[in-house]
């Protein structure tokens, strides 16, 4: 029988998996490879990704119906083919498969609790979910809110290993003290660290419609600051005639109240820590509201550093969405510390 412990350890295997995962996924947008394998589980009608241009042009040809939003003139890159099959081959042939095994060894291991059963349970769940709406989103030619539903499944995923880790390491009684929140604070900041970690997500939510709908990224224009950044075409507030032409500032605008409600939630915090009270817990406040903060000057930067003839700097729209994936894991797992606690009275 494995021991607890060495699940404990695949579970933050899988974790680190699933981050990079998501790390080639935001490679895969900046370098406009979303389209590059047309088909799925293969692509372009193969198993590989050295896929030349004049293969590129026959596939097309027999497969005219699955023609993408590019045209059947396009040609991908082998580097964009690449991208998009090693994304695959890291969820299908290595995550989705140990997530099972995972799966199979708690639920054989006498030690296992029903809560660590129910959480693998998920996770198993959740990543045959994830490859349906892989799935989708290649069908649907990276429509915007296919691409937002599969980077919302894989940050839930993410969400549902933190809670098996945590999970098991209640039934070895080894909850590390950096994650062991005092049930006080636990019922004081819970309602915040909720409130926080949706603002978190809708954040992530809106900023997929600006990165994936044509030429949202410059709806507020590209002349510096302060007309493009930190107001739109010159102005603070524009009337919304249209949801995703304007997702910009649509993303701007929620990105500034969800930064307020931050640091409001960190000045509540150091009176905390004045006080003597809070605990480790005040510090996932100040690491969160950090990253956030971080966040937005990243997303001002990717405005400002605008050139006419490189156009964006799109490596920062990768470190962009990675810290905001970042920010919502780090107060899932805070999340998750408080609700054990007021769960455990």
Partial sequence: MVSLESSKRLTTFLLAITIVVMA?????RINDAGESCPDWPTCFGSFG???SPEEQEKWWSENPDEVDSRGSAHRYTTFQIFTEWIHRLLSAAVL???V???WYLLRKNDDSTGEISFASAVSVFLIVW????GWLTVEMDN???SVALHLTSALFFSTSLIWLWLSICRAEESVPSWISFDSESSKR???WISL???????SIFSGTFVSTQEGANQACGVSGFPDSWPLCEGELIKPIDDFLAQAKMIHRWFVGVVLTSFIVASYSALKESKDGRGGSLVSWIWASTALYSANALIGASYILTYDMEEGFFEFLSLVHLMLASLTFLTLATAWLGCTTETDGE
Avoid at 24 to 28: C, D, S
Avoid at 130 to 133: A, N, P
Wanted: without cysteine.
């Fill in 24 to 28: 080639f996924g935001g490679l895969i």
């Fill in 143 to 145: 429509l915007h809110w």
């Fill in 189 to 191: 900041w819970l309602t």
């Fill in 49 to 51: 990704f050295d896929i």
């Fill in 130 to 133: 994830q490859g349906g709406i």
């Fill in 100 to 102: 099972l095994l995972n």
């Fill in 196 to 202: 926080l970690s949706l603002g978190a997500f809708l």
């Fill in 96 to 98: 989705g498969p140990l």
